[in-house]
């Protein structure tokens, strides 16, 4: 279950990732202002500083599972598993935020928040085992 855990892991942080590159180096492009039902280029151009920084964000909490899965691969379990845990725990509350601040985005919320969440109930059950 422990690899199973990591796995899911790397799949939310691969999914931060896409959405760090959406919100802090595409958010004006089509792809991104679909994804994110932007109104117009011009609402895109004026909140662009504000999703650069929170791509970042989505970046930093990418990097914090990478960096737990490589300590766990060299064996510090420990280190890894506190890393994972923050990252994906800090997903899956922002997931949650989401959720519940805005029902109309509850597709993306569980997006979010889904992956990461599966790989805290997968990891803490092989850990426990």
Same mark, same amino acid.
């Given at each position: 279950?422990?690899?199973?855990?990591? /796995?899911?892991?790397? /799949?939310?942080? @691969?999914?931060?990732?896409? !959405? +760090?590159?959406?919100?802090? @180096? @595409?958010?004006?492009?089509?792809?991104?202002?679909?994804?994110f039902g932007l109104e117009s280029a011009e609402f895109a151009?004026?909140?662009r500083p504000l999703a650069f920084n929170q791509g970042f964000y989505n970046l +930093?909490?990418? !990097?914090?599972?990478?960096? $737990?899965?490589?300590? +766990?691969? !060299?064996?510090?379990?420990?280190? $890894?598993?506190?890393?994972? +845990?923050?990252?994906t725990g800090s997903m899956v509350a922002a997931g949650l935020v989401l959720l519940l601040s805005d029902r109309s985005k509850a597709s993306a919320a569980l997006k979010q928040l889904v992956p990461p969440l599966a790989a805290i109930v997968a990891l803490a059950i092989g850990l426990a085992l």
């Open positions: 279950m422990i690899i199973v855990g990591l /796995v899911l892991a790397a /799949v939310a942080a @691969l999914i931060h990732v896409y !959405i +760090f590159v959406l919100e802090s @180096l @595409l958010w004006t492009g089509p792809a991104a202002r679909k994804t151009e004026t909140t +930093f909490l990418a !990097i914090e599972i990478v960096a $737990g899965i490589v300590a +766990f691969a !060299i064996g510090a379990t420990a280190v $890894g598993a506190t890393l994972v +845990f923050v990252g």
